[in-house]
């Protein structure tokens, strides 16, 4: 926990999208403090079409590469979530040539009995994490 999604354009070898995921856990635990092996990531992959992810009248230009990363997380402080964006930005243009201008993250908060990583149980509220 956190959960990511990672939208995206059909195209990417796996290579390439294995380099994304990796390079966006590794801001997540720098960020977030999270552990190394709680890693969770979905990748959704659309035709150009169904994909359409415009600026909110920033003048961004996106292109064919955009990636939209939408984050459930347990509450973080607003200085982690800026830390996250900015290391995602970072990381993701120098590692895999992402344009910080086809970036965009969502961050949606929710609490510790929101979550069971398996048994039928809501691992945070009985302790066992």
């Not at 150009?48 to 600026?55: H, K, N, S, T």
């Not at 064919?64 to 996250?84: A, G, P």
Request: with cysteine; glycine share 8%.
């Amino acid at each position: 926990m956190p959960l990511l999604r990672f939208d995206v354009i059909k195209g990417r070898d796996e290579a390439g999208l294995r380099k994304l995921l990796d390079t966006a856990h590794e801001a997540m635990v720098e960020a977030f403090g999270v552990p190394v092996r709680d890693r969770y990531q979905i990748v959704h992959q659309h035709e150009p079409y169904e994909l359409v992810i415009e600026d909110t009248g920033l003048g961004f230009t996106r292109s064919r590469d955009v990636v939209l990363i939408s984050i459930v997380s347990k509450t973080r402080t607003v200085e982690q979530k800026q830390k996250l964006y900015a290391l995602l930005a970072q990381r993701l243009e120098a590692e895999c040539g992402l344009s910080p201008q086809d970036l965009m993250i969502s961050i949606t908060e929710n609490g510790e009995a929101d979550w069971s990583f398996g048994l039928g149980e809501a691992q945070f509220l009985t302790g066992k994490l």
